[in-house]
């Protein structure tokens, strides 16, 4: 499967814990983004990576969240000090960059904050 | 603000017949749109997009319409097949300003009635 993954599915967490997510992208897409959706919304921007450069950031991802891609292949995001509000689906996308501007999404992380 | 809003939050049809989603979006910085299709506890699934120097874009049974000077765009299925049924969402992005990041509406629930 050459899709992008997704670790974990799923996540129950205790309001005040951090948890970590994972991305990995399509093979050769140089460029990965992360959004996040809540119920009867569409998916909001979050950040996005070309390489390994964090080239934009969205006014959501709040000081408590980070996001990283060491070498310009998987990526991991970063939940410190988890809030009710923070509970949402967690959705990973790549796309090339050859002037395509599709971008591939993965099954995403449902996280529960309780 | 919304700058891409979809303003039927549910279709439904029969199967066979043509199916006709709705988007507007407000930024005209936009020069890029696609269409992505979500079932429950998946991400988004690519189907189609256009660029804003084209009006139609086609993909076997389905057909994107781009209206500029309304800043509207739909999306044709023809014939609706059960299988369609999903929840279609909208996006917009600006590549033509190194700006990737897609924006989303809030989504259409289609259901393809047999």
């Known amino acids: 499967d050459t899709g992008v993954s997704q670790d974990p599915r799923h996540k129950i967490t205790k309001r005040g814990q951090n948890v970590t997510f994972r991305c990995d992208p399509i093979s050769e897409h140089n460029r990965l983004y992360w959004y996040r959706q809540t119920l009867g919304q569409g998916p909001e921007f979050l950040t996005y990576f070309q390489n390994e450069a964090q080239l934009e950031k969205s006014r959501l991802l709040s000081d408590r969240f980070s996001a990283e891609r060491p070498k310009g292949s998987f990526s991991t995001l970063e939940i410190q000090r988890t809030e009710q509000g923070d509970s949402a689906m967690y959705l990973c996308?790549?796309?090339?960059?050859?002037?395509?501007?599709?971008?591939?999404f993965g099954p995403g992380t449902r996280l529960t904050v309780t | 603000d919304q700058q891409v809003k979809q303003n039927s939050p549910s279709l439904s049809v029969q199967e066979g017949r043509i199916s006709i989603l709705n988007c507007d979006y407000t930024n005209s910085m936009f020069d890029y749109f696609l269409w992505y299709k979500k079932y429950p506890a998946e991400g988004p699934t690519f189907l189609i997009s256009?660029?804003?120097?084209?009006d139609k874009n086609e993909d076997g049974r389905f057909t994107v319409f781009l209206n500029k000077s309304a800043k509207h765009l739909s999306l044709h299925i023809v014939p609706s097949q059960p299988g369609d049924s999903a929840v279609y969402f909208c996006?917009?992005?600006?590549?033509?300003?190194?700006?990737?990041?897609?924006?989303f509406g809030k989504g259409t629930l289609l259901t393809v009635n047999p």
């Open positions: 996308a790549s796309s090339s960059g050859t002037g395509l501007y599709e971008q591939y």
């Open positions: 256009i660029s804003s120097i084209k």
């Open positions: 996006a917009a992005s600006h590549p033509g300003g190194s700006n990737y990041k897609l924006t």
